[in-house]
């Protein structure tokens, strides 16, 4: 059985840094993308990156230029650097993965991905 655990989150001041990590177990297949999501409260949970088994990483706007995720050879940990964060980075931020690789779901639709991790808080203090 697939399964994916986060790490890394916590507090962290404006303009700050902090990396997320997603491992990942179970899997005897290759991942075709898997991406990180968030979600503030009261905010449905939007798509931050995701990065593919060929190809180029992608980003939400909000966060281009700021963050970036990367992914080891085995496809066993992911990551997430988050730099010169903000207030409004503050949310609970979720590993998914993607083992089908359906392209007609886009990769911000959370629909795309079968398996999720439980999510890890991080709070950016002005």
């Known amino acids: 059985q697939v399964r994916l655990v986060e790490s890394g989150g916590g507090s962290v001041q404006a303009g700050g840094s902090l990396t997320v990590s997603c491992a990942v177990s179970g899997a005897r297949y290759s991942i075709y993308r898997w991406a990180w999501f968030r979600q503030a409260p009261e905010k449905e949970r939007e798509a931050v990156a995701v990065i593919f088994d060929i190809g180029s990483p992608r980003y939400a706007d909000s966060v281009r230029d700021r963050f970036t995720i990367s992914q080891d050879s085995a496809q066993e940990n992911l990551e997430l650097h988050m730099s010169n964060l903000k207030p409004e980075d503050t949310a609970i931020y979720y590993c998914?993965?993607?083992?089908?690789?359906?392209?007609?779901?886009?990769?911000?639709?959370?629909?795309?991905?079968?398996?999720w991790g439980q999510g890890t808080q991080v709070t950016v203090s002005s």
């Open positions: 998914a993965a993607d083992y089908k690789g359906d392209t007609s779901n886009e990769w911000r639709d959370a629909r795309a991905y079968q398996h």
